[in-house]
């Protein structure tokens, strides 16, 4: 288990503190900051968070399309090589994550996301479950899939193609409708 060293305490038990009221899942906080998390100021800031439903971890919400489950997918991991360009799984620090968080819930504030799903994107970034891929055949931006998936474009223009699918389907069920009343 390797725990990130801050140079003061003070300054590591503020991060802990400010990832615990973000709902960041125990498992991570510990893994994050070791004995630090079971002081009793993190352990309550973690109990009174203000995010109280959390996203857990896993792999499914990355293929999903019929909701914004793999868009939020390929914006997190874009975010992620804008903020840090070259950043390793392994050296995402606890600081890093909070930052990461902040900046896409600023950025996105209409995309389900929580903390949790950050970190563990990054995590499976790591473990090989998730596959980040250098370009989409639509828009040649970076995205990411399950290990297991085959896709040749990112979530974001697949997304968009239902999207455009689904509104041609809609206009061409309307224009049927009318033309069967007349």
């Not at 390797?2 to 991570?28: E, F, H, N, P, S």
């Not at 630090?36 to 993190?42: F, R």
């Not at 995402?92 to 970190?119: A, E, G, V």
Request: charged share 30%; glycine share 4%; hydrophobic share 35%.
């Amino acid at each position: 288990m390797m725990v990130y060293r801050i140079t003061r305490k003070d300054d590591l038990l503020k991060v802990a503190l400010k990832l615990a009221d973000a709902g960041l899942q125990w498992v991570a906080m510990e893994h994050y900051f070791g004995s630090l998390a079971k002081d009793e100021a993190v352990k309550t800031a973690w109990k009174n968070r203000s995010v109280k439903k959390n996203l857990r971890e896993g792999v499914w919400w990355l293929s999903s399309i019929d909701h914004d489950g793999a868009v939020a997918a390929d914006r997190a991991y874009r975010l992620l090589l804008e903020l840090w360009p070259g950043l390793k799984a392994e050296h995402l620090s606890p600081t890093h994550l909070y930052i990461y968080y902040k900046m896409f819930m600023q950025t996105y504030p209409n995309t389900k996301m929580d903390i949790n799903r950050l970190y563990y994107l990054v995590q499976n970034l790591k473990d090989r479950k998730v596959i980040a891929h250098q370009s989409c055949s639509s828009c040649e931006k970076p995205y990411v899939t399950r290990a297991e998936q085959c896709r040749r474009n990112c979530g974001i223009c697949e997304y968009r193609e239902k999207l455009i699918t689904d509104n041609k389907k809609k206009r061409k069920a309307k224009r049927v409708s009318s033309e069967e009343v007349a």
